[in-house]
């Protein structure tokens, strides 16, 4: 069977979570982003991809779903779970209240048509919420080197997608930033035991060089377009402004 680049890159991570390096990142991504859902509101939510990592758990809105690019049977998740093309949401306009991308940027086929597909399908003061590799790390730096020559650390081939990217996409299109926040500052070994001697590092890492971990979260909030007054009501506003109304004269005039 036959699988696009970015179908390739997701099915590929999966494995790769399941290394000690993986189940590192997939608990600080789990804690953050069942404190972030649990206090998200609404009816609808959708995660894309990831089953490894039910983002919704901990969230309590009536009906969830997962949304996957690959085949059933390539991924092994669990129901309720649709399948189509994160380019190309099945939902229509303005339907749901959360969307959360974990890694969802980093395999899609145009990360930033998947952004304007999360627009579209949001409701006016729905949230986004977005995890993806920080390439400005030790993990990151491992991989940049590692495309020179050696084994690739994380699954992807690709480039990362920078926090400071995503935050001007969500701007240009109709987002407004309203939280995140960096993790994973271990070095970029494989065995647990050096992933467990370098632990002191995640509070040092917080503290000392917080836009360095390997990992990031960012949530943003649909912004309610401002409205415009249109018809009778504009002219009628705008013939009580032109009314004129008399002023005091002094024996200056300005």
């Not at 997939?26 to 804690?31: D, H, I, M, V």
């Not at 939510?45 to 919704?56: C, E, I, K, N």
């Not at 579209?120 to 491992?142: D, E, Y």
Request: glycine share 10%; aromatic share 10%; charged share 20%.
């Amino acid at each position: 069977m036959h699988f696009s680049p970015e179908v390739r890159a997701s099915i590929s991570l999966e494995p790769w979570l399941q290394s000690p390096a993986g189940a590192y990142l997939l608990g600080w991504e789990r804690a953050q982003l069942d404190r972030i859902v649990a206090d998200i509101f609404g009816f609808h939510a959708v995660q894309l991809g990831l089953a490894s990592l039910p983002t919704l758990a901990h969230n309590r809105m009536p009906h969830r779903w997962l949304l996957e690019q690959a085949t059933p049977d390539a991924t092994g998740a669990a129901a309720p779970t649709l399948w189509g093309d994160f380019t190309d949401l099945p939902f229509a306009s303005g339907s749901l209240d959360l969307v959360v991308l974990p890694h969802a940027l980093e395999r899609a086929g145009d990360p930033h048509a998947c952004l304007r597909e999360v627009d579209r399908v949001l409701v006016a003061g729905g949230h986004v919420v977005i995890t993806g590799f920080n390439a400005l790390s030790l993990w990151g730096a491992r991989q940049a080197l590692a495309r020179v020559g050696g084994d690739l650390y994380l699954p992807q081939r690709g480039e990362f997608i920078s926090p400071r990217r995503v935050r001007d996409w969500l701007r240009l299109l109709s987002f407004e930033v309203t939280g995140g926040r960096y993790g994973c500052y271990r070095p970029a070994v494989h065995a647990q035991a050096w992933l467990d001697r370098w632990r002191f590092m995640d509070a040092a890492g917080d503290r000392w060089w917080p836009m360095l971990g390997a990992a990031y979260v960012l949530v943003a909030t649909k912004r309610v377009r401002a409205m415009r007054l249109v018809g009778k009501a504009w002219a009628g506003k705008s013939r009580k402004a032109a009314v004129a109304r008399p002023v005091a004269h002094g024996r200056r005039r300005l």
